[in-house]
């Protein structure tokens, strides 16, 4: 493996090499996602995909939803959904998550507490949770207080 690595980096004209940062990619979280269901939204990550899709905003291209590279994961070495989403979320420019079921509260329970993903962790609640700048989301002391006591210390 050494040898590999030697013969490989001596290969390498630094000289006449660049390295480009990634584009920005954006893991959107939450509710159901339905294309076949016409003009109607199903949850409110819908909603924000298609608008983002019907505007034409910048960052559409970069929007990557969970389950459209899941066929990635079924191919890849992953044995753990989890620490797949975890990957993908550490190598995302952000993320953001609505927790509008269960797969999401999740996923936010998840991201909340690793502190390299909730550096860059958005949570859209609806108004009902909250409450003079604070979230009121069941559990009261949950992922949406740590996420929340992070970006107030960034």
Do not use: W
């Amino acid at each position: 493996m050494d040898d590999l690595f030697e013969r490989l980096t001596s290969s390498i004209d630094l000289s006449k090499t660049k390295i480009y940062p990634p584009p920005p990619r954006i893991v959107l979280c939450g509710g159901k996602h339905d294309v076949t269901n016409g003009e109607q939204r199903v949850s409110v990550r819908d909603a924000l995909y298609r608008s983002a899709e019907i505007k034409g905003k910048g960052y559409y291209e970069h929007i990557l939803l969970p389950e459209n590279i899941f066929k990635f994961y079924q191919s890849s070495g992953y044995t753990d959904l989890l620490r797949f989403e975890r990957d993908l979320a550490e190598l995302s420019t952000l993320t953001i998550v609505i927790p509008e079921g269960p797969g999401s509260i999740a996923e936010l329970g998840a991201f909340s507490v690793l502190n390299e993903i909730n550096k860059k962790l958005v949570v859209v609640v609806h108004e009902d949770h909250v409450e003079a700048g604070s979230l009121r989301f069941p559990p009261k002391f949950g992922p949406p207080v740590k996420v929340e006591s992070a970006s107030l210390n960034r």
